[in-house]
């Protein structure tokens, strides 16, 4: 009967110690996909400075061709234009380069949420209040703002 009994325990302290081993690696996976995806947020958001960063030096380029175009004499409306259009066709692509990376790093985010339900759905959120009665919570403040891409 003791026997029976040790085994039994002995089961029964190997099925708990295996759930805890399997909540741990849980943990950690959440730990490292809300790490993946804010990491991905954050080269989203690098990507849409880079577009920015490429309208703003399309507006130089074409400011000083325009200027430069005014006092040409010599070229015909045709060739200002040609040259006017590919800035523009320039610029455009470069963009259409970066939309691209974007759309990349968005659908990745997209796949990371599909893979963990959520990014993180299973741990539990405590927002306790402290004495002051002002609520913390464990979330950075952009998170909000980065959800809404």
Known sequence: KDRNRNN???????DKM????????QAGKNV????????????????DREIKTRKQLFGVEIYDLMAE???????????KEAKIRSAFDSARKDIAVIEAKKECKKE???????????????????NIPPSSGTVLTNSHPADSEMENM
């Not at 295996?18 to 690696?25: E, L, Q």
């Not at 490292?32 to 990507?47: E, Y």
């Not at 175009?69 to 060739?79: I, V, Y």
């Open 8 to 14: 039994s325990n002995s089961n029964n302290n190997n």
């Open 18 to 25: 295996a759930a805890f081993i399997d909540k741990v690696k």
């Open 32 to 47: 490292v996909d809300a790490g993946a995806k804010t990491m991905l947020k954050t080269d989203i958001l690098f990507l």
């Open 69 to 79: 175009l005014e006092t040409a004499e010599s070229m015909s409306a045709e060739d």
């Open 108 to 126: 990745e985010m997209t796949v990371l949420e599909a893979e963990s339900g959520g990014a993180g759905s299973t741990m539990p959120t405590n």
